[in-house]
């Protein structure tokens, strides 16, 4: 099994739709999550992080499932702009280990 | 406003031919990490340091070795490149203690192809 395991989509949706995509993780220490977002041909960027049981940072909230062991992403009145791929970061505990998902990508249509 | 510089952007390799990756942060961050990114897969630790001076292996660090002789600069050599280390390579770097806050600040990534 992977660490960190996402579905890879593509969701295509309308604007304005909302969406919201898995990302599943092996190891039951991990304690925080992160969410990268990654335009096309460019490097990862930080778009939210999740200590608890989630975040939310205007239109986009993440939640954490510790039993299930997984993070959703959720994005509310998706924009032509929210058209990228989200990866999914699990840091391993006690460790210099970072764990990527391969990502979600995210295709919003006008 | 630099963040985090990679040079070259893009480069053309014939097999083994040799090359250094640079990567060079204006943060005073610790720590500095190299990976690499293939279609379908996530991103893969290739080496990893935690201060001036020092590195060490992440997850696939045969066919590649680093320096960091300077907190700033983190390079990354390939000594005989193969057809299978094309790829997209990525340098980062992080304040915090890896584990305890995010993967850090990426550089804009080098892709390069060996034939």
């Known amino acids: 099994r992977k660490e960190v395991e996402q579905d890879p989509g593509p969701f295509n949706v309308p604007e304005g739709a909302t969406v919201a995509f898995n990302c599943t993780y092996s190891?039951?220490?991990?304690?925080?999550f992160f969410w990268y977002r990654q335009d096309c041909r460019k490097e990862p960027k930080l778009l939210m992080s999740?200590?608890?049981s989630g975040n939310e940072d205007g239109r986009f909230t993440a939640q954490l499932n510790r039993a299930s062991q997984y993070i959703s992403l959720l994005i509310r009145d998706s924009k032509l702009s929210d058209s990228a791929t989200y990866l999914c970061?699990?840091?391993?505990?006690?460790?210099?280990?970072?764990?990527f998902g391969a990502g979600t990508t995210v295709t919003v249509r006008a | 406003n630099a963040g985090v510089t990679q040079t070259p952007k893009f480069r053309v390799l014939k097999t083994g031919q040799s090359m250094t990756l640079l990567c060079a942060q204006d943060?005073?961050?610790?720590?500095m990490y190299w990976y690499r990114q293939d279609p379908g897969m996530g991103l893969r630790l290739i080496h990893y340091?935690?201060?001036?001076?020092?590195?060490a292996k992440g997850e696939v660090p045969d066919g590649y070795n680093v320096s960091r002789l300077k907190k700033q600069n983190f390079l990354l050599g390939l000594e005989s490149a193969a057809p299978s280390q094309t790829s997209v390579y990525f340098c980062?770097?992080?304040?915090?203690?890896?584990?305890?806050?995010?993967?850090?600040?990426f550089g804009s990534g080098t892709r390069l192809t060996v034939v």
């Open positions: 980062a770097s992080s304040y915090s203690t890896p584990g305890t806050g995010p993967a850090g600040t």
């Open positions: 190891n039951s220490a991990s304690q925080s």
């Open positions: 999740v200590y608890s």
């Open positions: 970061v699990v840091p391993t505990p006690n460790d210099y280990k970072l764990s």
């Open positions: 943060m005073n961050h610790e720590y």
């Open positions: 340091s935690v201060g001036e001076g020092t590195t």
